[in-house]
């Protein structure tokens, strides 16, 4: 049971470098969603996708890239690593006509940049 | 400002006690969600309430959705060290999931 797959786990960057973290999903959900989570401030929307070749902004998107080209991969690209990029970064999916709502997620990706 | 507030943030208590936490928001939502999260791993969907006053119960925790779907609360009777974790209410608002800060609940034996 994969469910949502993230990779890598932990990821240690210096400021300025580029990365990506890699969110797969096996339940062939149309709607996926990138969130990170700092201490005292829950969970905030980065960016989300409703279906391959759709993506839209959240509540925090600035110095993250999206693309959906595939039903299972939805990638956040860091283009040049800041400091306050430094958090745990959640992705998750769910089926767009399940009447429940329900977000599964994935185990997440903890970032550092220096 | 948080479009839903979650009050307490921290909470440490001991085993057998009585807790309540508190969601709460300006605005309407059609339903409340609330997710479990433990240390290293993503949240868990505990629970959705989806009509105006609701209960539902599910084993020593009971959910509340306002009359007014304005808030919600998560009450846990006689609370366990395995109840550890953070408490997280969400809405769904314009296809985005929007999420309170979340409550971290300690529950020493």
């Known amino acids: 049971n994969a469910g949502v797959t993230q990779t890598p786990k932990f990821q240690v960057l210096k400021t300025g470098q580029s990365m990506t973290l890699q969110c797969a999903q096996d339940?062939?959900?149309?709607?996926m969603s990138w969130y990170r989570q700092d201490p005292g401030m829950g969970l905030r929307l980065i960016h989300y996708?409703?279906?391959?070749?759709?993506?839209d902004q959240g509540e925090v998107p600035n110095g993250y890239n999206v693309s959906r080209s595939t039903t299972e991969d939805f990638p956040l690209r860091l283009l040049s690593a800041a400091p306050s990029q430094t958090s745990v970064y959640f992705c998750?999916?769910?089926?767009?006509?399940?009447?429940?709502?329900?977000?599964?997620f994935g185990e997440g990706s903890r970032l550092t940049v220096l | 400002t948080q479009l839903l507030e979650q009050s307490p943030q921290f909470l440490s208590i001991q085993e057998g006690e009585n807790l309540t936490v508190y969601c709460n928001s300006s605005?309407?939502?059609?339903?409340l969600q609330w997710y479990r999260q433990e240390p290293g791993e993503g949240p868990v969907l505990l629970v959705t309430?989806?009509?105006?006053?609701e209960v539902k119960k599910l084993k020593r925790l009971t959910f509340q959705f306002g009359d007014a779907r304005k808030d919600s609360s998560l009450h846990i009777t006689a609370a366990q060290p395995g109840d550890t974790g953070l408490y997280l209410c969400?809405?769904?608002?314009?296809?985005?999931?929007?999420f309170g800060q979340g409550t971290e609940l300690s529950v020493k034996p």
């Open positions: 339940m062939n959900h149309e709607y």
């Open positions: 998750a999916s769910r089926n767009a006509v399940t009447s429940t709502g329900e977000l599964f």
């Open positions: 605005s309407v939502f059609s339903s």
């Open positions: 996708s409703v279906g391959a070749g759709i993506t």
């Open positions: 309430v989806v009509t105006g006053g």
């Open positions: 969400a809405g769904w608002r314009g296809g985005k999931l929007i």
